[in-house]
Structure formats: C-alpha cells, structure tokens
C-alpha cells in the first residue's frame, strides 16, 4: 500500500514537471511568433516603399538622361547659330574691306556695318541663352542628389532586412554575376584605370602604331 | 592633312545624339563635308552595306551591336574589311585597347576629345594601309 502511494506521488510530480515543461516550451514558441510577427509587421511598410522608390529612382535616372541631352543639344544649337553669324560678320568685314579700297559703291559701308551690328547683337542673346540653357545642370544636380537620398535611404531598409533576418549568414552566396553586378564592377574600375590619351597611344605603339 | 579627302563619306557610329553631333562638328571643322550618322553598330553596319562610305568612327559601348562587334563584322566582311574603323570611346583600360588592336581597329581616340587629337588619328589611319587581322 505504501509503495503503491509513494510511486503514485512521484508520478504525479514527473506528470507535473513535464507538464510545465511542455507550458514553458509553448511559452517560448508563442513569444517567438508574436515576435516574427511583429518583425514582419515593421518590415511591411520599409518593403513596400523600397518597392514604390526603386521604379521611380528609376524614372528619375531616366529623366536625367532626356534633361542632358535636350540641354546640351540646345546649347550646340545656339553654338552653331553664332557660328553661322560669324561666318556672315567674316563676309561683310570682307566686303567693307573691298568697298573701302574702292572696290564698289562706298555708300554701301554703312549698310554693311549695320549689318554687323545686328548679328553682333543677336550673338549677345544667343550668348546669354547659352548661360541660361546651361541652368539644366543645376536642375541635374538637385535630382542627383535627391536620388542619393533614395538609394541611402532603400540601402538602409535592406541592411535592416539582412539584420533582422539574419542574411550576412548567407553572405557565401552573394550573387556576383548578372549585368549590374558587371556594370557596378566597370564604373568602379573608370575610376582608377581610365587611360589618358597619351598613355592609350604608348599602347597603341607596342603594336606598331605609330 | 594633305593625304585626306575630305569629300570622303564619313559614318559616325553612337548611341548618344549629342556625341554624335559633337563627332559629326569636329569633322566638319577639319574639312569632312559628308558625314551621316547611326546610333548602334547594327544600323551602321546596314548603312555600310549600302556602299560608298570611306571610313567609320565608332562609340564602343552602344545597345543592339556594340563598337567592337561593328568592327568585327566590318573586318569579317569581304566587301568592308579594308575599311578604316577609328574608335573614339570612353573605354580606355588596356585590355579594351588590346581587344580593339586585336580585332582590328585602325586607331583609338579617347573622349573627350579635341579637333587636333582627331586629325592627328585620320592622318595616321590614311597615312598606312589600315591594319587588318580578317
């Protein structure tokens, strides 16, 4: 009888040490949810605007490369009409000069000086655009460096991402091919290994060009 | 200078409009009087197959067909080989420059550039017989 009870005691203690054993472990496991949970959660909102910033850093990068070519096709506009008015001053300092060494009407001096005049002044307002259609680099560099904010801010969520999840265990597996891994790899390089003109003819002369 | 024609067909080859402008002026400013353009090399190799173009300055980095595929396909074609290829490009590491020589380039011009620079190159490349590895 007596051992019969003391088996029966101790098996009700081991019952209850597994018991609160198994509660301890749920107990665990429901804080490891809540916490995943919560972290997913927070993650949700940095994913998404990372998501919404890339395509439009995107256009922006886009915008950039229309805004550079239009101004800088407008400046060589400007630079070819003041290249044609040069060449037209070139020609009427040329008749003047006939015309004062009697070489026809004399009179006609006056007509040609004005006409000097005027493309003179056209150029003065040609020259100014110029200046004015240069301001696009201002408007390149102010997108530039908001762009920079973007891509400081996306690189900060991923490295949040790759902290909370515990990537730079994975880090072995860094993907380092694909075309922007190749682009990124030769925009570094031009920094330090772009040739000079001088030096790329050195080359050129190893090979017989002389 | 006196060994160039400049009545001869020059094809600017670029994928940017304002380089190939540039290219286009700077020729024009040495004396080229007929210069047309492409914006990559699949274009130009199109407009060359037409016929009576005397030389080709080509980007090296454009989409479709890039400057030294042009090349390739030039020195591989019975009918253009012998046709001078300048190269005016940004690219400048000496594994790009050995590439070029290799696959045939008359001469390499590093942008940017100026109009000396370039007729300085289109003497020398009319000056010898254009080297050829086809």
């Known amino acids: 009888m007596l051992t019969e009870k003391v088996i029966e005691e101790g098996g009700d203690e081991v019952d209850q040490a597994i018991d609160r054993e198994i509660y301890d472990e749920l107990g665990e496991l429901a804080k490891y949810v809540e916490a995943t949970t919560r972290t997913l959660r927070e993650m949700e909102t940095p994913l998404a605007t990372t998501a919404d910033q890339l395509p439009q850093a995107n256009d922006f990068l886009a915008e950039l490369s229309r805004m550079t070519e239009e101004g800088t096709h407008k400046v060589m ?134 | 200078m006196s060994d160039l024609d400049f009545t001869m067909k020059v094809l600017v080859v670029d994928d940017m409009s304002t380089m190939r402008r540039i290219v286009r002026n700077v020729l024009k400013q040495i004396g080229y009087t007929s210069v047309e353009e492409a914006p990559d090399g699949k274009e130009a190799l199109k407009k060359l197959k037409g016929g009576g173009f005397g030389l080709v300055v080509t980007d090296w980095n454009m989409p479709v067909m890039t400057g030294l595929e042009l090349l390739k396909a030039i020195r591989a074609d019975a009918e253009l080989k012998i046709l001078p290829v300048l190269m005016v490009t940004a690219e400048a590491q000496k594994e790009n420059i050995i590439e070029a020589i290799q696959a045939g380039v008359s001469n390499y011009v590093v942008k940017p550039f100026t109009a000396e620079a370039l007729l300085e190159k289109l003497t020398k490349v009319f000056a010898k017989k254009t080297p050829v590895n086809a």
Not at chain 1, 122 to 143: H, M, T, Y
């Open chain 1, 77 to 210: 506009s400007l630079a070819d009409a003041i290249g044609e008015n040069r060449t037209q001053i070139k020609k009427a300092l040329d008749d003047i000069q006939a015309l004062v060494a009697g070489k026809g009407d004399p009179s006609k001096v006056q007509d040609r000086i004005r006409a000097i005049a005027n493309l003179v002044e056209q150029d003065e307002s040609r020259l100014l655009d110029i200046s004015v259609a240069l301001s696009f680099q201002d408007l390149v560099a102010q997108r530039v460096k908001k762009l920079v904010v973007i891509l400081e801010d996306v690189q900060h969520k991923l490295l949040k991402l790759v902290v909370v999840f515990g990537l730079q265990q994975g880090k072995a597996h860094t993907d380092h091919e694909g075309q922007g891994y190749e682009m990124l790899k030769q925009l570094e390089q031009s920094k330090t290994t772009a040739l000079e003109q001088g030096l790329v003819d050195n080359i050129l002369g190893e090979f017989g060009f002389n």
